[in-house]
């Protein structure tokens, strides 16, 4: 088993306490250990926050820890009441789209509680799609689809497997900041030279959808879906993604982001 399937395993296995514990720790270690990476964080923090933070890494390490020790829980009964008592603000925009043409494709980004949004709209009787590549680490790959097979959410790379969910009245969702697959669009609202997936730009144009904006992340004891109005270009999204994650930056995963490089 690699060493990511193993961290996964052993936050799935632990009481939530406990997990939170040791996913601060698993990545606050590998932070401590990839100069690289923390010079990324460094870097793309000071890009979008306009000023430096030679400690943000620590602050960054611990909030993901947190985050990704809390999504492990996918499945159980403590973490089912938090996604039914979640918050939506913003609900109404997204029904007022569904009453209207039924098609919505949401833009997200590795920030938060991402991997938990979808199962919080399938909880509410949404059909789900999302657009998910495979990951090159099998092990890992396997226990991440233990985690996502737990709520009624289908993933797929298959871009007509989405255009097929999308008309028939679907959420589908995207990671837009993913690094692996796909040609990028330019966004230059985020820093110049960003990123983002160009897959659901073109399929929300194919198919006369809406595209909305969507953020997860945990407020003090209570669980927050933020939704945005609808916007028409990667652009637009970036100019709604950097006023949400500078307000909360520890949330976002500072590396690995879709660049041009110079």
């Not at 060493?3 to 601060?24: D, H, M, N, S, V």
């Not at 820093?191 to 399929?203: A, D, I, K, S």
Request: aromatic share 8%; net charge positive.
């Amino acid at each position: 088993m690699s060493i990511l399937a193993a961290c996964l395993r052993l936050l799935r296995i632990l009481p939530p306490g406990l997990a939170g514990e040791a996913g601060r720790a698993i990545v606050l270690s590998y932070l401590a250990v990839s100069p690289r990476v923390r010079r990324e964080i460094r870097r793309n923090h000071a890009r979008l926050c306009g000023r430096p933070d030679a400690g943000f890494w620590l602050k960054q390490g611990l909030r993901l820890g947190q985050n990704l020790a809390l999504m492990s829980k996918s499945g159980t009964r403590g973490l089912d009441k938090w996604l039914d008592n979640a918050r939506l603000d913003g609900e109404n925009i997204l029904e007022q789209i569904m009453l209207r043409n039924g098609r919505a494709v949401v833009l997200s980004l590795h920030y938060g509680l991402w991997e938990l949004l979808p199962e919080t709209f399938a909880r509410r009787g949404y059909r789900v799609c999302v657009g998910a590549g495979d990951q090159r680490d099998a092990r890992l790959l396997a226990e991440i689809l233990q985690l996502r097979s737990q709520h009624g959410v289908r993933y797929t790379d298959s871009l007509t497997e989405m255009r097929d969910a999308l008309k028939g009245g679907s959420l589908v969702g995207f990671a837009v900041d993913n690094t692996g697959r796909g040609r990028g669009a330019m966004c230059d609202s985020v820093w110049p030279g960003f990123e983002v997936l160009r897959t659901p730009f073109v399929l929300a144009q194919e198919c006369s959808a809406a595209l909305v904006p969507m953020l997860m992340r945990k407020n003090g004891r209570r669980l927050t879906v933020k939704i945005g109005e609808p916007v028409y270009s990667p652009d637009e999204f970036g100019i709604w993604a950097r006023r949400e994650i500078a307000a909360y930056p520890e949330d976002w995963v500072f590396w690995g982001k879709r660049e041009v490089k110079a």
